[in-house]
């Protein structure tokens, strides 16, 4: 029995992904008539979403692994490089006008994909939960700037305003959301950059008094690409709107570039501040280096900066639910998602070390997404990102259900990386045989590579583009 997604399929008129309005499509095809904009919309995604303080921490842990200001830099730069990944990955979309965890059957099959898909689902949860925490505490604190300390009131009050925020823009859909982007990213680009100038000056760019060794390099490269690597799922759900006509160039590189700008912008200024102040609480040590006229600007900063990057995990969640079989419009589906992170962040705000643990957690689930990443990106360039893109959508039976909905290649190839990451990986909740004799390397990463070419060894004679009718 062959079947399709039981998705509602709309087919109505065209512009129906107007901004605030609530978008009618979800994981359907984006019908020809009903497609729009262009490049440069790719850029706005993906420098807006990523003017978020994280980078800063990121740029700040670079230096707490002993790296020197040049040393961390280098590392910061070459992490940004990685989002000419995410720019390609989002060609798929072009072709397809579906989403990234639809186009990811055809190299895992429709029940390969599954498993992976639940785990995205939760990773974009548990971000979002992040963003939304960071971004709370540093309206708390500018409430208390204002002289209003209001305790548990006050952060309540934070949270409700940084949810609604959130939930807001990405339940309006599509349109609103790329709309957002690019508008907070003009704001929070001048802010961020201002936020540059007065920490870049102060920069110790001494050499450390001791190299920082393998480990140091390794764990630096983690975190500076599991950012990146994080968005792989994503990269089609906003590109799925765009003109056939496209240039693939240009979302490769527009995409590349907006990433790679605001990521290395942020970062570079994490890891000047790590070397002037303790950024134990990366928050306060960068607030403690600056004016007091531009701290409640920093404080708005990092709020919006919260926001924009909450708001497309959880667009593409509402996505991934209805690629797991969920059978609700987009709309609907999000509300789920919207009412896990509200739980999930009050038990960050209000239960000791929840987010601590939740950290830890994320930053295990690498050892997953690195191999399944370098599949799909594997895959991808086999089939030059010709899909038959009716198959996709097929829930039982045709060319993407090879073994009763596995596909061997991408099974065996996810598990040899999975392998390989599970050996090499440092983190807080497991650290695997091989570091020690490593010398404390995390490589942890490499399980794309070694997936990736597995995955070309396997399947590189039997994966072929399909050709357009």
Not at 57 to 67: D, H, Q, T, W
Not at 276 to 305: K, N, R, Y
């Amino acid at each position: 029995m062959i079947g399709h997604e039981t998705t509602p399929v709309t087919t109505g008129t065209t512009g129906r992904d107007e901004v605030f309005r609530v978008e009618e499509h979800g994981i359907d095809p984006i019908p020809d008539a009903e497609r729009h904009g262009s490049a440069k919309d790719v850029f706005w995604l993906w420098f807006g979403s990523n003017l978020t303080f994280t980078y800063v921490i990121n740029g700040a842990l670079a230096v707490a692994f002993g790296l020197s200001f040049w040393q961390a830099t280098a590392v910061v730069v070459l992490g940004g490089l990685s989002f000419l990944a995410i720019g390609a990955a989002g060609i798929s979309g072009v072709r397809t006008g579906t989403a990234t965890l639809v186009i990811s059957r055809a190299a895992f099959g429709v029940r390969g994909n599954w498993p992976a898909g639940l785990l995205n689902w939760i990773v974009s949860i548990g971000y979002t939960v992040v963003n939304t925490v960071v971004g709370t505490l540093a309206l708390e604190a500018f409430f208390a700037d204002l002289g209003w300390h209001g305790g548990h009131l006050s952060r309540a009050l934070a949270l409700a305003v940084t949810l609604t925020l959130t939930f807001a823009v990405a339940l309006w859909g599509h349109a609103t959301v790329q709309f957002a982007e690019r508008w907070m990213a003009y704001v929070l680009a001048i802010g961020f950059a201002a936020l540059l100038v007065l920490v870049l000056p102060g920069a110790d760019t001494s050499a450390p008094s001791a190299a920082p060794g393998a480990a140091g390099w390794s764990i630096a490269f983690v975190v500076m690409l599991a950012g990146p690597f994080s968005y792989v799922p994503m990269p089609a759900d906003y590109t799925r709107y765009l003109p056939r006509t496209t240039s693939l160039k240009a979302v490769t590189l527009s995409g590349g570039l907006g990433g790679f700008l605001s990521s290395v912008a942020l970062g570079v200024a994490g890891v000047a501040a790590a070397t002037q102040a303790d950024m134990t609480d990366a928050v306060a040590g960068t607030e403690s280096l600056l004016p007091g006229w531009f701290q409640p600007l920093f404080l708005a900063l990092v709020l919006g900066g919260s926001v924009t990057n909450s708001i497309i995990t959880l667009y593409s969640s509402s996505l991934n639910l209805q690629v797991l079989g969920i059978p609700w419009s987009r709309a609907r589906a999000i509300v789920i998602s919207a009412g896990v992170t509200a739980a999930g962040s009050l038990g960050a705000l209000f239960l000791t070390d929840f987010t601590t643990s939740l950290l830890s957690f994320l930053s295990l689930l690498i050892i997953v997404f690195a191999p399944w990443g370098g599949v799909f990106l594997a895959d991808m360039v086999l089939r030059r990102c010709a899909y038959d893109s009716a198959a996709l959508h097929v829930r039982e039976g045709g060319a993407y259900w090879y073994r009763s909905g596995w596909h061997p290649a991408g099974m065996t190839a996810l598990a040899a990386g999975l392998l390989f990451s599970a050996l090499t990986c440092d983190s807080e909740l497991w650290t695997g045989p091989l570091v020690a004799p490593l010398g404390g390397a995390d490589l942890t990463l490499l399980g794309a590579v070694v997936s990736g070419l597995v995955y070309v060894l396997l399947a590189g004679r039997s994966v072929r583009p399909v050709r357009a009718a």
